[in-house]
């Protein structure tokens, strides 16, 4: 029938899991879960399950145990786009996978990702349909834990978004250091692509997306599920050889 789920994309980090239904070959859902609260009992097991993550063997096991047909995206597939990356085989899946998520929209641009979580991540596609390369920093909650593993003193700050730019205590130092410098650094990033590339589309995805305030122009585009739709696109490309 044409409601029916055909195939499961699973995206999962060290402690939470995304999990798409695709349905008429477009993700129809996603659902975010704990480890220990994956719903297996809801899931079907002869149902192809596509996956993009590094996960463990404990986890890859209990997968492979469950479903029949496991679908893993690798840079040894084809994709929607060309590869100009020195270093293909230490490339993350979750980078691979964003790309191929945007290469299909605004053909003839060139195009940016941001993707702002655990790191921040830039990736440039050309407008030749090529991918450059980008960038990889630290996030926000790496770069507070950052200053309290390397230094003697200073605490553990949990993350503040509404903190003053000058700081008026340790606290508050460090709570405007880490934001409003992470925020500092995503916008002089930007600035640097958009004056070598006039035409640049961006695209903004990750957990930390919603710290930051984009300015709202036609040319940046929010997409919440980037990495799954770039899983579900290089899959549409492979279907037939898997």
């Not at 993350?92 to 191929?100: A, K, M, S």
């Not at 934001?179 to 930007?190: D, L, R, T």
């Not at 004056?195 to 710290?211: E, N, S």
Request: aromatic share 10%; hydrophobic share 40%.
């Amino acid at each position: 029938m044409e409601d029916e789920v055909t195939a499961y994309i699973l995206d999962a980090g060290n402690t939470h899991v995304k999990l798409g239904y695709v349905k008429n070959r477009v993700i129809a859902q996603v659902k975010r879960f704990d480890m220990s609260t994956f719903p297996w009992g809801t899931l079907q097991g002869n149902i192809p399950v596509l996956i993009s993550s590094v996960i463990t063997d404990e986890w890859k096991r209990s997968l492979e145990d469950f479903f029949q047909n496991l679908v893993y995206i690798s840079v040894h597939m084809k994709l929607p786009f060309q590869l100009a990356y020195q270093t293909p085989e230490t490339l993350g899946i979750d980078r691979l996978c964003n790309i191929g998520g945007i290469a299909m929209k605004n053909q003839g641009m060139s195009r940016l990702i941001v993707d702002l979580g655990t790191c921040i991540k830039f990736d440039f596609l050309g407008a030749n349909q090529v991918y450059e390369g980008g960038s990889i920093s630290p996030g926000l909650n790496m770069r507070a834990k950052a200053l309290n593993a390397f230094t003697a003193k200073l605490p553990l700050v949990p993350l503040s978004v509404s903190t003053k730019l000058t700081g008026k205590s340790t606290r508050e130092s460090i709570e405007s250091g880490v934001f409003h410098g992470w925020v500092a650094e995503i916008s002089q990033m930007i600035q640097y692509y958009q004056t070598q590339f006039p035409d640049l589309v961006i695209y903004i995805t990750g957990g930390d997306a919603q710290y930051f305030d984009f300015d709202q122009k036609s040319n940046i585009f929010v997409l919440e599920h980037l990495t799954l739709e770039g899983i579900l696109e290089i899959y549409r490309l492979n279907e037939d050889s898997l």
